[in-house]
């Protein structure tokens, strides 16, 4: 019984200290992002609503910023019948800054590829986990982008 609440006692510690932080709470970002153009597709909202957490009222410099992305989904390989094996799964993201002073455009993107699953379900889960996770980069790497140029 002691041997076990000192594991987990040890274990508690080991993860409470680790040192988690925010990615962008660190950053000392000199700029906000103020309005956001958009067409209303399911993707572009999903890039809206990551940019938006990243608001700052606090700031004074403010980027208003217009998007288009795109989904492409290319099968990658195929078998003898002819059955998809591998996917591509590429997001690519159009930024333009609308600020008069600095005209900006940026094209990002990024692809991963993936497994064919025979549940057609899972699969468009898995999809969609993917769509979050490439999402999440392409906005750190607008942020990355914004914050050398300002």
Excluded: H, W
């Excluded at 019984?1 to 508690?12: C, D, E, G, R, V």
């Excluded at 608001?55 to 989904?71: A, G, R, W």
Aim: aromatic fraction near 12%; hydrophobic fraction near 35%.
């Amino acid at each position: 019984m002691k041997n076990k609440f000192f594991f987990f006692l040890t274990i508690f510690l080991f993860f409470s200290n680790c040192g988690f932080e925010p990615i962008y709470s660190t950053k000392n970002l000199n700029f906000t992002i103020g309005n956001v153009e958009k067409r209303n597709t399911s993707l572009n909202n999903k890039f809206s609503k990551s940019i938006n957490t990243l608001k700052n009222d606090k700031i004074d410099k403010k980027i208003d910023i217009k998007i288009e992305s795109d989904k492409i989904i290319k099968t990658k390989s195929k078998d003898s019948k002819g059955n998809a094996l591998v996917f591509e799964l590429e997001i690519n993201l159009k930024f333009s800054s609308l600020n008069t002073e600095n005209k900006l455009e940026k094209l990002l993107s990024q692809k991963i590829t993936y497994n064919n699953s025979d549940d057609k379900f899972k699969l468009k889960q898995y999809e969609n986990e993917l769509e979050e996770i490439l999402i999440n980069k392409i906005v750190e790497d607008l942020i990355n982008y914004l914050s050398d140029i300002e």
